[in-house]
């Protein structure tokens, strides 16, 4: 039998003796074909693997007869009686029929899939240098890549089945790929497991916290909780826990948008992405050392994100691990496309990194999401993108996932750079345009005017956006279709001067008519719509923009829904095509006065206040009153909550457009209401964990801040401060509280003094100081005594109860816990009461007195509960099962801690891990219990 080798230089071995496999570039070929042994392999895609996408004129009769002499060989090397291996060609694809088990590199796949320790030392013993150690050119340096990060993979396995074994085998044979991969968590997790086991627990130790300090630096986070897991077990002297069994994938994201009923045509585009697809295929052998990119490019309304979003719900299934899908908004009217900052983020929130383990930084997030996408088989399409600028930060750094990029621009930096597949974007052709309007008019009424609809698809130059809105009009009557082709040829002066033969801007004839076609009324509102900041704009806020009442809004909105000039894509939410925007907005500056346009915008900008007001008020009543008050609602159509739930919901869903209007407020000089915002939106910025977009409201806030000057400068570096401090920017945090305190000194502000010494004990017990966290919140008590300010008082003695039990004087902690309790009682703070009974529980325990401590907690239970804050409600659940475990209750204690976990596992919060750590401490069965995704 012959064997094949590719995991070192390309050899064939034919009964034990070595077989000339031929000169270099036959061996190209082979290795070519061997890597997809017993499939077929088109022709194009084997030129590209061995010659490269520049091959020469005469390059099919070279490979021709190189293809002849492998046959050659392969007849010779055959044994006497031995069935020869056949390399046929068949429908422009050459196949070699050989047993995949036969060549080293499927064989290594299929052992190492087997699991289990001797399949995997075999797989292991294999690889006898570099891959392709005799091949050149960019398919062979691709695959080599790939087959490294395979090879990386079942060494881990490897080592993780030999620790039972022979753990003193692991770290030398290990020791190659780990300087190699630093960052590789599961392979530094069997090194160090490897060192303690093998007796050398400081060793073991020391290359825990170089590993620590290289995630740190590189990517800004902390080690997984396996290892950290497997630190503690080391620092007390037991051996390392077993490797937990892998936790279920998370769950895949899915966030493409609708495919578009009615597609029609761009099937030479559909083929030749499919094409793309099928000789480029992420994580297989010709993806380069990046994911994989295709770049549409083509002008505004041709139809790319139609067609890129089609093809993507196409191909779906070749993606098992998701599909992620940014607006990076490159052509926005506000001429602000999204920070690449942003985009990383939401696609983190996507694959279900909870929002305290996103660090800080552009850098250090795109490490992780880089880190995150490795091996992952995803499809990231990124829409409208200005510039390759935007686009480097999202693209991966190793194959397994495939981008799409849409942009009006060609985006040459990518090809030149990540060797991106350029796909230029024309206008439909007549046949395809034809298509559209019957699948969109009916084939019977199309058929019954062909002029008419020849007509029509002139005067939407092909454009696919136009077509679709004159379809839209088209629906909406039943006059003849000639009648309504003769209005669409007839554009007025001013769009004559426009066109510049340009389809994009042709295609203003087609807004033109649909626009005449609106109500005076609806014609208003589409105008000022365009002043919107957001994504998107939902009815209320459409309403205040027009001046209008809600109900009135809904129905314009409806008539400029039915014309296809805005999409309803969820319920009371509205978005449009950004050439559609474009237009209105050149309509808006040319029909409304500025004095117009600029009152449109200030209700819209109170609109938002005074929402986002009432919305925080219902959040967290308690809360002290703003410092910049708000003018009386006159009229801006504030929407009213009964509830928090419902408070949470708008916020969560004008999250975008809040921050928005926060940054047109400021940036258009409306100080106090950027502040305003800024403070409105910071309870449910603090809450949800959205830390990076509190800080931005609040630096928006303080350009306004400094030109109002007093209080609101201070409140501005306070909020600031809090801000910073969420992130780790413990120096910066103290930059603006020394800002702060000098303000509120020489304004004589003692409730701001107060709070800056509040916030500095925050900082001191965060590193630990709790002396000096102890002195800072005494005289935070001090001043928010003198200044009469309850709930400020209650929130001092709080903090100093807090430092106390931490600093060891529980009795202490109780005394002052007590006092916060009656002062938060009187000015009815309920986060603030559950805060102080966790506290008293906490010193309740440290002396002792389980049922005390068990009484507090579950009164701090109760009352999280009641106000719907669940993060607060699991941390606590977590105290009261470690105080039922100190009392010899581990029965109780699993019932808590695993209320806890669901809550922590629907949260997607970190703190999941160490309860599971609790529950697996138990004796008895196991809580069962593991990420939802």
């Not at 997809?36 to 490269?52: M, S, Y």
Request: proline share 6%.
């Amino acid at each position: 039998m012959i064997e094949f080798q590719l995991l070192g230089p390309v050899e064939m071995v034919a009964g034990g003796r070595r077989v000339d496999a031929g000169q270099p570039r036959q061996r190209a070929i082979l290795a070519a074909l061997l890597a997809d042994a017993g499939r077929p392999v088109p022709v194009g895609t084997l030129i590209e693997r061995v010659w490269g996408p520049e091959p020469p004129r005469t390059v099919r009769a070279s490979l021709q007869a190189h293809i002849t002499r492998i046959r050659q060989t392969l007849e010779q090397a055959a044994a006497p009686g031995e069935k020869v291996i056949t390399l046929g060609n068949k429908a422009g694809s050459y196949l070699l029929d050989v047993d995949p088990l036969q060549v080293d590199l499927h064989r290594f796949r299929h052992l190492a899939a087997s699991g289990g320790l001797e399949p995997l030392r075999q797989a292991i013993g294999l690889w006898h240098g570099e891959p392709l150690a005799d091949v050149s050119g960019a398919w062979a340096e691709r695959a080599r890549q790939a087959w490294r990060r395979e090879h990386l993979a079942a060494s881990v396995a490897w080592g993780r089945a030999e620790l039972t074994a022979n753990p003193a085998a692991v770290v030398p044979a290990l020791g190659d790929l780990a300087r190699e991969h630093p960052l590789n968590e599961a392979l530094a997790a069997v090194v160090i497991e490897a060192l303690a086991a093998a007796g050398q627990p400081a060793e073991a130790l020391s290359y825990y916290e170089d590993v620590r300090r290289k995630l740190l630096e590189e990517l800004g986070a902390d080690p997984s909780a396996e290892l950290q897991k497997i630190h503690r077990s080391i620092l007390r002297g037991v051996a390392p826990p077993a490797p937990a069994p892998a936790a279920p994938a998370p769950a895949a994201p899915a966030q493409l948008p609708a495919d578009v009923s009615g597609f029609a045509g761009r099937d030479d585009q559909l083929a030749l992405l499919d094409d793309l697809l099928r000789t480029t295929p992420p994580g297989s052998l010709q993806a380069g050392p990046g994911a994989p990119v295709i770049a549409v490019s083509g002008v505004a309304g041709v139809g790319k994100t139609t067609l890129v979003v089609h093809w993507a719900h196409r191909v779906a299934n070749d993606f098992p691990d998701g599909q992620l899908y940014v607006n990076l908004r490159g052509f926005d009217l506000s001429g602000r496309p999204m920070d690449p900052a942003d985009a990383v983020r939401g696609f983190l929130d996507a694959l279900g990194v909870p929002t305290g383990r996103i660090p800080a930084g552009l850098d250090a997030q795109a490490g992780l999401y880089r880190s995150l996408l490795s091996g992952r088989r995803i499809l990231i399409v990124l829409d409208n993108a200005r510039d390759a600028e935007q686009v480097r930060p999202l693209l991966p750094a190793t194959p397994g996932a495939l981008v799409v990029v849409t942009s009006r621009n060609r985006l040459t930096g990518l090809v030149a750079t990540v060797g991106a597949h350029p796909v230029t974007l024309g206008v439909l052709s007549l046949p395809e345009a034809r298509d559209l309007l019957s699948r969109r008019l009916g084939t019977a009424r199309t058929r019954r005017e062909p002029h008419a609809v020849n007509s029509i698809i002139a005067s939407c130059a092909r454009l696919p956006i136009a077509l679709a809105i004159t379809a839209a009009r088209a629906r909406q009557n039943d006059f003849p279709l000639a009648a309504l082709a003769g209005e669409l040829a007839g554009p007025d002066d001013r769009l004559d001067a426009l066109d510049t033969g340009d389809p994009a801007v042709q295609v203003r004839a087609v807004f033109s008519w649909s626009y005449a076609a609106l109500s005076d009324a609806a014609q208003r509102l589409f105008r000022l719509l365009s002043l919107h900041p957001g994504p998107d704009v939902a009815t209320s806020a459409a309403a205040a923009l027009g001046g209008q009442r809600p109900a009135q809004a809904r129905r314009l909105l409806g008539e400029l829904t039915q014309a296809s000039l805005l999409a309803e894509h969820s319920p009371g939410r509205y978005s449009w095509h950004d050439l559609v925007r474009v237009y209105a907005g050149d309509l808006t500056a040319v029909h409304d006065s500025d004095a117009d346009r600029d009152a449109a915008t200030v209700r819209l900008i109170d609109y938002y206040a005074h929402t986002a007001h009432a919305a925080d008020r219902m959040l967290y009543p308690a809360r002290d009153p703003i410092d910049v008050p708000l003018p009386p609602d006159t009229g801006s159509g504030a929407d009213a909550f009964t509830d928090h739930r419902q408070a949470l919901a708008w916020f969560a869903a004008e999250r975008p457009a809040l921050l928005a209007v926060a940054r047109t407020a400021a940036a258009s000089g409306r100080d106090a209401r950027a502040w305003q915002l800024a403070w409105a939106l910071d309870t449910y910025l603090f809450r949800g964990g959205h830390r990076h977009d509190r800080l931005e409201a609040w630096t928006n806030a303080l350009a306004g801040a400094e030109r109002l000057g007093g209080e609101p400068l201070a409140g501005a570096h306070r909020s600031l401060s809090r801000a910073n401090i969420i992130l780790g920017r413990l120096d910066v945090a103290r930059s603006h509280l020394g800002r702060a305190l000098e303000l509120s000194v020489r304004s004589g502000n003692r409730g701001g003094q107060a709070f800056v010494h509040n916030t500095l004990a925050v900082i001191n017990g965060i590193e630990h100081q709790h002396a000096q966290a102890l002195e800072h919140a005494r005289k935070a008590l001090a001043l928010y005594e003198e200044a009469g300010n309850l709930r400020g008082q209650a929130v001092a003695l709080s903090s100093m109860a807090w430092h106390s039990t931490l600093g060891g004087d529980h009795h202490e902690a109780i005394e002052y816990g007590q006092r916060s309790l009656a002062v938060n009682q009187r000015v009815g703070d309920k986060r603030g009461q559950a805060d102080v009974w966790d506290t008293i529980g906490h010193a309740h325990h440290h002396l002792g007195r389980y049922d005390e401590a068990r009484e507090c907690y579950r009164r701090s239970v109760d009352l999280t509960r009641d106000i719907g804050d669940r993060l607060a409600e699991a941390q606590i659940l977590v105290h009261l099962g470690d105080t039922h475990e100190a009392a010899g209750n581990p029965a109780a204690a699993r019932g808590e801690w695993t209320d806890a976990l669901r809550i922590f596992v629907d949260l997607d919060h970190t703190d999941a891990q160490g309860v599971r750590d609790r529950l697996e401490a138990l004796p008895g069965v196991g809580h069962g219990l593991r990420p939802a995704h």
